[in-house]
């Protein structure tokens, strides 16, 4: 019998996928902060619907339950994309999108470690194209908004859709800044113009630009807990800086400026959440480059050529499809063979 | 000096160790096992040899049950080239040769020699030599009597590793990293007998004529280090120190780190002028020269969950059950024992299994020093595997293809390449068992070829089978032909049928001969499809031949197996049967006259014809060496078309030659 090594020192799959939602909390918590309770809401909804699919699906998979559920990877799923979509959506809105991302993105392809696709990516590509106007209706940051929703409100509209009597839903929610740029460069609105609007921030959209930093400095801690490499985010966020550098060069009238793409949408999330998911991923540190540059220019073409106002779920999917080449022609060079 | 050589100089200094891509850091545990000397063993109450303690051929037996020993006596010896000899490692008596489980991953047992000590430890006569300044052949020739294998742990003779017809060697390097945790045989073997190391890489260099020597060793061994940097002062031996990173003892992993050279896995370092010793290994070379000591004993770590882990000198053959006696014995909740270290060692059978060249550790094991791996996940595609590995492999595609047995794209991923280190399994988060994977797919792969090899070599056969058949059809036509003719011819002479049967005897005992020349020629150039015949039958296929051919009856299918060796064998059957004529043409000369020039020219056209259709075998058989090596179902097809293709060249010379003959005859 030979079974050496006899020892391992390895993080376990649980203690990873914990450090990820522990790398979360940040921006979970700004989130709140800036957009009210009601993401809480939706976080407990997609968690609990994970949940419970996972063990439904791997009860009829015939796999045990206990270690699956308890490797966190559904939970991960759940969150991402809870915290993809708008805040202020109704409830079934999470729970179609969390059940459709672990029955069929994830389980039905085989389980932890044989989803081709993002799962979350997935169940966010099939909310956006099935419900457009939810998907796209965002309220604007509260700590700003001039109309406040007491958490007792959002909680109601989550689940009744209901607003309190003297509230309109147009009052609550506004376009997001990648949403609204494009409009207005449609009505041939020149980006000075553009940018005095309420809604922009200091470098990104206003009040999701610290969302964004938060995300960064969640990412951070995944990179100095050597759970992500450096590849895949710098890659990503080089590629947006570049795409927007180059037409910002040409044209700065008609483009916006680097900063404000990095800091807009969804970059700095999925540079650090969304990209960096291994299964669906590329595994060669050369592979990991290319893809998410493929990654971050596709991102950038579709929030400025696209119809949808970000790309990222786009992206990254038609990114996993380009996995398996990826991988194959990034192999490394083996020791001792050919340079 | 000019400057450049000065520039060179630096940078070489400032590129003191090339780092490796990947491997792990590894919690050292040497501590444990490194803190007293190295302690000698008493006597055990038997010693039993296992002959297989070496990678290579099974030694004979020199010894049998009930003969007396001496110590250092050669009781078995090397057989074939790859093989180490074995010696008694105490006197005493041969008790038992027989079966015998062994310290092997197989747990298998195998042929043993078992000795009971007479208790005196009594020296056979040593012969020491002068390693300084004797015939460097002559030294190297020896060592096959000496029983040195390298003791890193792989226990390859270590004598095929000095031969002379090796590629030049300009660089030595002794391997003293030690890189696995637990053991501490080598760092114990350098602090304490660092004039015996360093004598020995003097013995390896003067043996290799290598220029330039250097011995890493890890970081982690501050004292060795010190205590070899001592020794080596007024030497051109150079102490490189190398950072303690797990798998720095893989020989191709430490020539990288001393010299930057990659040496590929499918390759020896020899080619590149370099060669590998461990520091033990050395330091045995210099004993047995020296002092005339052949490989009796080695320094074993004996550690784990032992009451009091230490190296011990021990006699190869000891029990494994005193080595754990002398550190103390073992823990109460020892499970099981490893040989080698936790990375790359294995299970051993039992407490009963014997030190052999190959034991540099043992290490006693229970539940709590060495967990039991969790449930194996499924693998997420971290590629922290592929990280770690230090030939820059990618263990998650390899994992995948094994697991699938889907060998062929396993191979093009570079599995052989694999050094089964175990790196790639120590940080998987999913504890996927990935080396297993990879030893199944390793073996898969080499089970199909053989079989592969097996079937090639079966249709072959058949084949020959099928011809031989056909060939034995028209010869028993021939044969029919023959006789009919011969009846008419005896009619004519109006001879009796009794003397030609006595000459028949003669020559057929000169064909013999003949043929057994012929054999003994050519036996070293056996062709491939030829090699699982018998001699008789081969000589048999050829007579067959050589008689048709002789008749002139050759048809034009004839696909025997054609090379020069065949072609010596038919131009000596050529030879007996004219021998043979000869005899006939002296009983029949007195007879009638008539028939003499008949048989003359007859006899004359058949030589010729048999020694032209030897010429043009010899060519074909030439061309076909020539035309190249490379095996493979193409060149198997090619080898066929040309023996058919020699084979219709042959008959047709043959005919002509017969023709020529007719018509000479009939002028």
């Known amino acids: 019998m030979n079974r050496s090594p006899y020892i391992t020192n390895a993080p376990s799959v649980s203690s990873i996928m914990l450090k990820v939602l522990l790398a979360l909390l940040p921006g979970i918590f700004v989130y709140a902060w800036l957009y009210g309770g009601g993401i809480l809401i939706t976080l407990v909804l997609a968690t609990a619907t994970a949940l419970a699919t996972e063990a439904i699906m791997l009860k009829l998979r015939r796999r045990p339950v206990q270690p699956f559920l308890s490797d966190y990877s559904a939970v991960i799923t759940a969150w991402l994309l809870a915290l993809a979509i708008p805040p202020l959506a109704p409830w079934w809105l999470i729970v179609v999108g969390v059940a459709f991302a672990i029955i069929i993105a994830k389980q039905l392809y085989g389980g932890l470690g044989y989803n081709p696709f993002n799962p979350a990516m997935v169940g966010y590509a099939v909310l956006l194209i099935s419900f457009p106007v939810i998907m796209t209706k965002w309220p604007a940051a509260l700590s700003f908004a001039e109309t406040k929703l007491s958490f007792m409100d959002q909680f109601n509209y989550i689940f009744s859709h209901a607003l309190p009597a003297n509230i309109s839903m147009d009052a609550v929610t506004s376009a997001t800044p990648l949403d609204y740029l494009k409009t207005q460069l449609k009505l041939n609105q020149s980006m000075d113009t553009i940018q005095v609007a309420p809604i922009f921030g200091v470098f990104g959209a206003k009040g999701s630009e610290f969302v964004a930093l938060a995300y960064l400095a969640g990412g951070a801690f995944l990179w100095q807990q050597r759970i992500i490499t450096w590849h895949l985010p710098t890659a990503f966020l080089g590629a947006i800086a570049a795409m927007a550098g180059l037409f910002w060069m040409i044209d700065p009238s008609q483009f916006a400026n680097p900063v404000f793409h990095l800091f807009s949408g969804a970059s700095i999330f999925a540079a650090f959440f969304i990209l960096t998911d291994p299964i669906s991923g590329p595994t060669t540190p050369k592979g990991k480059l290319y893809f998410a540059a493929g990654a971050g220019v596709i991102t950038y073409l579709v929030r400025v050529y696209g119809g949808y106002p970000d790309g990222v779920a786009f992206a990254v999917i038609f990114m996993n499809i380009c996995v398996p080449l990826i991988d194959m022609y990034t192999q490394p060079r083996v020791f001792g063979h050919k340079k | 000096m000019n400057a450049p050589i000065n520039i060179a100089g630096l940078l070489k200094k400032t590129k003191d160790v090339f780092n490796f891509h990947g491997g792990v850091h590894l919690p050292e545990h040497k501590a444990q096992s490194n803190q007293l000397p190295i302690g000698q063993l008493p006597l055990p109450d038997q010693l039993v040899l296992p002959l297989r303690q070496h990678i290579g051929n099974m030694p004979k037996v020199k010894v049998a049950v009930g003969d007396h020993v001496l110590k250092g006596q050669l009781i078995a010896e090397a057989e074939g080239s790859v093989s180490a000899a074995i010696h008694a490692p105490t006197s005493g008596t041969i008790a038992a040769i027989a079966d015998a489980v062994l310290p092997h991953p197989s747990g298998l047992p195998d042929r043993c020699i078992t000795i009971t000590p ?226 790359m060692g294995f299970n051993l059978p039992s407490e009963d299994v014997p030190i052999t060249k190959a034991a540099n550790c043992i290490i006693a094991a229970s539940s709590t020093l060495f967990e039991p791996p969790p449930p194996a996940m499924p693998c997420i595609r971290c590629s922290r595997c592929a990280d770690a590995c230090p030939v820059s492999l990618q263990p998650q595609e390899l994992y995948w293809f094994a697991k699938s047995d889907n060998f062929e794209k396993a191979q093009d991923y570079n599995l052989f390449d694999c050094i089964e280190c175990g790196a790639c399994s120590y ?241």
């Open chain 2, 118 to 343: 007479d208790g005196n430890d009594t020296w056979i006569e040593r012969h020491p030599q002068d390693w300084r300044k004797g015939d460097v052949n002559t030294l190297v020739n020896s060592l096959r009597l000496s029983g040195i294998v390298g003791l890193g742990g792989a226990a390859f003779p270590t004598q095929i590793k000095l031969r002379s017809n090796r590629s030049p060697i300009h660089t030595l390097v002794i391997n003293a990293a030690e890189c696995e945790p637990y053991i501490t045989c080598d760092d114990m073997l350098m602090r304490e007998r660092y004039d015996q190391v360093v004598h020995g890489i003097e013995v390896a260099q003067r043996l290799l004529g290598a220029k330039n020597i250097m011995i890493g060793i890890e970081d982690n061994k501050p004292e060795a280090v010190k205590a070899m940097q001592a020794a080596v002062e007024n030497t051109d031996i150079q102490v490189k120190v190398v950072p303690t990173v797990y798998p720095s003892g893989d020989a191709r992993r430490l020539v990288y780190l001393v010299l930057g050279k990659e040496v590929p896995q499918n390759k020896r370092s020899t080619e590149f002028g370099v060669q590998v010793f461990n520091v033990a290994t050395v330091l045995a070379l210099y004993r047995y020269f020296e002092f005339g000591e052949p490989a009796i004993s080695r320094i074993v770590s004996m550690t784990g969950n032992v009451n009091q882990a230490q190296n011990f000198e021990v006699l190869f053959g000891t029990p494994l059950r005193h080595l754990v006696k002398a550190a103390g014995g073992a823990k109460a909740d020892t499970s099981h024992y490893i040989m080698g270290g936790p990375m």
């Open chain 2, 427 to 667: 940080v998987c988060p999913s504890d996927i068992p990935l080396v297993q994977y990879y030893r199944y797919a390793k073996s898969e792969v080499i089970a199909l070829d053989k079989a592969q090899e097996a079937a090639d070599l079966a249709r072959e056969r058949n084949e020959f089978r099928l011809a031989r058949i056909e060939r034995e059809k028209q010869e028993r036509t021939a044969k029919h032909a023959a006789r009919a003719q011969g009846a008419k011819a005896a009619k004519v002479a109006g001879n009796s049928d009794s003397k030609p049967a006595a000459t028949d005897k003669q020559a057929a005992i000169a064909a013999a001969i003949a043929r057994a020349k012929a054999q003994k020629e050519t036996d070293s150039a056996a062709p491939k499809n030829t090699t699982e015949m018998s001699a008789a039958t081969k000589a048999e296929i050829a007579e067959t031949d050589s008689r048709r051919v002789a008749a002139g009856l050759t048809e034009e299918k004839s696909p025997a197996a054609d090379n020069d060796k065949q072609a010596k064998i038919v131009a000596a059957i050529a030879r007996a049967k004219a021998q043979k004529e000869d005899v006939s043409k002296v009983s029949v000369s007195g007879d009638d006259k008539t028939t003499k020039p008949v048989v003359d020219a007859d006899r004359q056209a058949k030589i010729d014809a048999a020694i032209k259709q030897a010429k043009v075998a010899k060519a074909e058989a030439g061309k076909e060496k020539t035309s190249g090596n490379n095996d493979g179902q193409l060149m198997v097809d090619a080898d066929k078309q040309a023996k058919i293709d020699a084979a219709i060249k042959r008959a047709k010379a043959a005919k002509s030659a017969a023709l020529t003959a007719k018509n000479k005859e009939d002028n």
